[in-house]
């Protein structure tokens, strides 16, 4: 990086990077300014959440956090990754003091209209230096309208290690503050496997593993993926199925209704949705927009990978992949390397926040409909304490 490039131009000057496998090399990445801070959240109690059925809403808590920046940040890009039942973002130190806010309001809207916790936390990126790890990040380019930051490093771990022992803890929102949410929705029907399996991965450096063995774990596994038709990706190049009413048309009357009544804005989206399923379904162009290419820039854009202290995907594959995938990973773990959890369903589920049709730069998040990276993540959990 440039030395004359501030910390207020430092993700914008990042190269976006166009083969996800080259983000398994830890040189692919740069280290986050000083200055910087990472917000983080996730759902206490999320297991028992996913077991009592709503997975859904803690997937639209997760992405409520990002969508409230996207929001703050009015069409600037900055790093942000989601994680099922929660997400992490980094902004610079201008932007601190709202961030917080917004996160603080999303806890009180997650509350209250989902009934669940949100735990949320601000932590300085000098504090995570401090403590011995590092906050790295590089841009992936999924299509040509649409990146996704990936993290390496350590820091977001440690920082959500620290969140979840009560650390850095955000203020809570005054009493009625509400987050925009704007463009967060759940409208896609659920994804079927089409090679019989969804796997969700959640594959981790082990304790005292080095980041070049790492890489060589991650690079195997990757290989694996890419013996399937594009790479495991769940969605099909044309896109996700609609239905109507959409199955998430609840969730978006809790994050668009604002102060208006919940059936008053159930009314105005089923009337919204309906159009949107009627154009969508017959592929039929109207006033410039195309229902047939939105559907394929969805699967574009969609986000079923990413490196995040990590490797975390949700792929759609076959029963002998997984055991393949499983057998590298339980060698790898044998040899101190990793440690990780696997987790299978019959279907993928999206949550996306698409600021407007008529624009690329919608995105579109994938987890297992069944739990997925809560699941996988429950698994490394319970081995670290057989």
């Not at 109690?45 to 803690?58: D, F």
């Not at 969609?302 to 792929?315: N, P, S």
């Given at each position: 990086?440039?030395?004359?490039?501030?910390?207020?131009?430092?993700y914008?000057?990042?190269?976006?990077?166009?083969?996800?496998g080259?983000?398994?090399?830890?040189?692919?990445?740069?280290?986050?300014?000083?200055?910087?801070?990472?917000g983080?959240?996730?759902?206490?109690?999320?297991?028992?959440?996913?077991?009592?059925?709503?997975?859904?809403?803690?997937?639209?808590?997760?992405?409520?956090?990002?969508?409230?920046q996207?929001?703050?940040?009015?069409?600037?890009?900055?790093?942000?990754?989601?994680g099922?039942?929660g997400?992490?973002?980094?902004v610079?130190?201008?932007?601190?003091?709202?961030?917080?806010?917004?996160?603080?309001?999303?806890?009180?809207?997650?509350?209250?209209?989902?009934?669940?916790?949100?735990?949320?936390a601000?932590?300085?990126?000098?504090?995570?230096?401090?403590?011995?790890?590092?906050?790295l990040?590089?841009?992936?380019?999924?299509?040509?309208?649409?990146?996704?930051a990936?993290?390496?490093?350590?820091?977001?771990?440690?920082?959500?290690?620290?969140?979840?022992?009560?650390?850095?803890?955000?203020?809570?929102?005054?009493?009625?503050?509400?987050?925009?949410?704007?463009?967060?929705?759940c409208r896609?029907?659920?994804?079927?496997?089409?090679?019989?399996v969804?796997?969700?991965?959640v594959?981790?450096?082990?304790?005292?593993?080095?980041?070049?063995?790492?890489?060589?774990?991650?690079?195997?596994?990757l290989?694996?993926?890419?013996?399937?038709?594009?790479?495991?990706?769940?969605?099909?190049?044309?896109?996700?199925?609609?239905?109507?009413?959409?199955?998430?048309?609840?969730?978006?009357?809790l994050?668009?209704?604002?102060?208006?009544?919940a059936?008053?804005?159930?009314?105005?989206?089923?009337?919204?949705?309906?159009?949107?399923?009627?154009?969508?379904?017959?592929?039929?162009?109207?006033?410039?927009?195309?229902?047939?290419?939105?559907?394929?820039?969805v699967?574009?854009?969609?986000?079923?990978?990413?490196f995040?202290?990590?490797?975390?995907?949700?792929?759609?594959?076959?029963?002998?992949?997984?055991?393949?995938?499983?057998?590298?990973?339980?060698?790898?773990?044998?040899?101190g390397?990793?440690?990780?959890?696997?987790?299978?369903?019959?279907?993928?589920?999206?949550t996306?926040?698409?600021?407007?049709p008529?624009?690329?730069?919608?995105?579109?998040?994938?987890?297992?409909?069944?739990?997925?990276?809560?699941?996988?993540?429950?698994?490394?959990?319970?081995?670290?304490?057989a």
């Amino acid at each position: 990086m440039d030395s004359l490039v501030t910390a207020t131009d430092f993700y914008d000057a990042l190269p976006r990077l166009a083969t996800f496998g080259t983000l398994a090399d830890p040189g692919s990445y740069t280290p986050l300014p000083d200055d910087w801070v990472i917000g983080c959240a996730d759902i206490v109690g999320s297991t028992r959440a996913i077991a009592e059925g709503q997975y859904k809403k803690v997937n639209m808590a997760g992405a409520a956090v990002i969508s409230a920046q996207i929001n703050l940040m009015g069409g600037r890009d900055f790093p942000f990754i989601f994680g099922g039942d929660g997400a992490a973002f980094a902004v610079g130190p201008d932007d601190a003091a709202r961030s917080a806010e917004a996160l603080a309001a999303v806890q009180a809207w997650t509350r209250a209209e989902c009934g669940l916790e949100l735990r949320v936390a601000q932590v300085p990126v000098s504090t995570i230096r401090a403590a011995g790890r590092d906050v790295l990040v590089a841009r992936y380019s999924a299509s040509a309208d649409v990146d996704y930051a990936m993290f390496a490093g350590g820091g977001l771990s440690w920082a959500e290690a620290r969140m979840k022992a009560g650390d850095f803890a955000v203020p809570a929102a005054p009493p009625g503050q509400l987050p925009d949410l704007s463009g967060l929705s759940c409208r896609w029907a659920q994804i079927r496997a089409r090679n019989g399996v969804i796997l969700s991965a959640v594959i981790r450096p082990a304790p005292g593993a080095g980041s070049t063995a790492f890489a060589r774990v991650t690079e195997k596994v990757l290989a694996i993926a890419h013996r399937i038709d594009r790479d495991g990706h769940p969605l099909p190049a044309a896109g996700a199925e609609v239905g109507w009413p959409p199955s998430g048309l609840g969730l978006e009357v809790l994050a668009s209704r604002g102060s208006v009544p919940a059936w008053k804005r159930r009314l105005q989206l089923l009337a919204e949705t309906l159009v949107a399923w009627f154009f969508l379904r017959t592929g039929l162009p109207v006033g410039g927009f195309d229902p047939a290419e939105y559907r394929r820039a969805v699967a574009r854009n969609a986000d079923f990978r990413k490196f995040d202290d990590g490797l975390k995907m949700t792929l759609d594959v076959d029963p002998a992949t997984v055991e393949d995938l499983r057998g590298v990973l339980e060698q790898a773990q044998a040899d101190g390397i990793v440690e990780f959890g696997l987790f299978q369903q019959e279907e993928a589920m999206m949550t996306c926040i698409v600021p407007s049709p008529r624009q690329g730069n919608h995105v579109h998040f994938i987890d297992g409909a069944s739990g997925g990276y809560t699941q996988a993540a429950a698994q490394i959990k319970r081995a670290a304490t057989a």
